[in-house]
């Protein structure tokens, strides 16, 4: 039905076409690829959390499987444990050792309530320019609600701390820029972030920190906003996802006036924003996926992943949906 290598304009379908779509997600499954089409420039890391007991005699043991560190991860439980990988790039090596990571990891431990999916992007792709910053802070300011929910991955509500580790950042972005307007200039963006909070949906402090040469490693961004999942379809497709995402605001011609109309018709609270970032929003969803993708086949992985199975939820507890992947 839909060419995968093609890029058909998924935001100007009619509504016949829009409900073929969501019939055929309905028995659409993601695949693992040794590919994703990231920028060659492009690094990544990634923090896979997980709960398990006897955690210490992993520290020791798991190298023979795995080249990622392992660390304790509190925050996950008393039995928490993270494996941080090596800074990795888009190539058939770097899939071959998450899958074998996630392989090793879920042979002895679990996803629970309390893990994120934590991912790093190195921000030497910026280039130090204002501008492009400043689209990334726009570009998720106006998809917020989009990116929520497709982070949530095959859950379909954001984890509850998340509130506390990775809350949204629209509301306290906005109140920042009615005050005291947008930033004119690298230097005042970075004053701006440097008064955020680090542990956000996306946090820009590490990359304070390297360009106020307070220290010459984790030159990145990270983003905190998706659930911990120890599938390594999920965790491709999050950072295809994420790392489009970065790419599309490396481009001096992007729609600011569409993103400020976005941005300005977000008034959740923070009280219901989670609860309201869970809906389906179809169409906003279509233009993101024309905005950031260039193929059929990375449209539909999102849309897959952002879709789910249709449903919403107000529980406080994690839901999983119906297995989406291969």
Known sequence: MYKLDKNERFSEMSINDKNELLSFLKHYHIEYRHKIGLNPDMTF???????????????????????FLSDDECTVGDNGLEFISPILHDDSKCWDEVRQTCEYVKSFAKN??????????GTHVFKDNYKYFMNLVLLWMAYEDIIYRFGNGEYLNTRVVSREYAPPVINTFKLYFADFGLPNNLEELLAFIKKQEQESGINFYNYFLYYKKKRDYKNTIEVRCPNGTLEEVIWQNNINFFGKLVQAALNDEIDLEKLYYYIMSNSYSDDCILDEYGKIKLDKSLELADLIYDNNYDKLAFLKQYVKNGKSTSSKTLVKTTRFWK
């Open 45 to 67: 890391g990634i923090e896979i959390e997980c709960s398990t007991s006897g955690k210490r005699i992993f520290h020791y043991k798991h190298r023979k499987y795995t080249n």
């Open 112 to 121: 629970n309530e309390y893990c994120g999916g934590h991912i790093h992007f």
